[in-house]
């Protein structure tokens, strides 16, 4: 087989029919709904997935609208990065990661002979993608970023629990000076409220990063596949339950 060939298949935009129910009639429909996108082949795509009408249906019957939680691999060749969302429904964090790998595994070996998976990243909520896709495009570094948050929390514990609320990086309202977050009610999923990060705060981190005693501290606090401050906290939080 000529090299590239099944890299370049597995990779295009792809799509798959599914029968769906609509959630509030229940009316069944065919659908065609992305298994994954290629932005660099498709930057429309991109516009979609940020304006939520990927994998979005509307019922034909009652008109309601929903988007389908399937999962969705997102390719961006342009910055060697792959994201991976994997809706967890009602599943545990371990439960998804052990899924993921299970999946790594499946594209490692479609992968032609010499050429390695880019990054790929793995996101468990909508917004986690969304989130995660404006941070590429900012050349910001996801764990940093997760660090950060995991900075917000600590010093704001009264107020910002891991177990009500999420901390999402706000990039379209994030400036020169500053980065912005938004407070998620996990529950509600309402955004609640703003809080704000100086770059050159985050710029002191990548540079004490940087220096290599402190990298490996980084990646130890972040092992991945799941980067995610809140999930770190919520586990640090069940281990000390434990131990009490
Ligand atoms: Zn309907």
């Not at 999420?166 to 409220?193: G, P």
Request: aromatic residues 10%.
């Amino acid at each position: 087989m000529p090299p590239g060939d099944v890299h370049s298949m597995r990779t295009m935009s792809q799509k798959k029919t599914y029968t769906i129910a609509c959630p509030k009639c229940k009316a069944a429909q065919e659908e065609e709904l992305y298994e994954s996108v290629n932005v660099a082949e498709e930057p429309l795509l991109k516009e979609s997935l940020l304006q939520n009408r990927i994998n979005a249906v509307t019922c034909a019957e009652c008109g309601f609208s929903f988007r389908v939680d399937k999962p969705l691999l997102y390719h961006d060749p342009l910055h060697s990065a792959m994201i991976y969302y994997l809706p967890l429904g009602g599943a545990d964090y371990d439960k998804g990661e052990r899924h993921f790998r299970e999946f790594l595994g499946e594209m490692h070996t479609l992968m032609p002979d010499g050429l390695d998976l880019p990054d790929v990243h793995l996101v468990f909520s909508w917004a986690e993608l969304v989130e995660r896709v404006f941070l590429l495009e900012a050349d910001l570094d996801p764990r940093l970023i997760e660090y950060v948050k995991y900075i917000i929390y600590t010093k704001n514990s009264e107020r910002l629990k891991p177990e009500q609320k999420a901390i999402l990086f706000n990039a379209e309202d994030s400036t020169a000076e500053q980065f912005c977050f938004v407070i998620q009610d996990v529950a509600t999923r309402k955004l609640e409220s703003i809080l704000h990060y100086s770059r050159e705060a985050y710029e002191s981190l990548c540079e004490t990063f940087d220096q290599d005693e402190q990298t490996p501290m980084l990646l130890e606090m972040f092992p991945g596949p799941y980067v995610s401050a809140r999930a770190l906290l919520l586990r640090e939080t069940a281990e000390e339950d434990e131990d009490a």
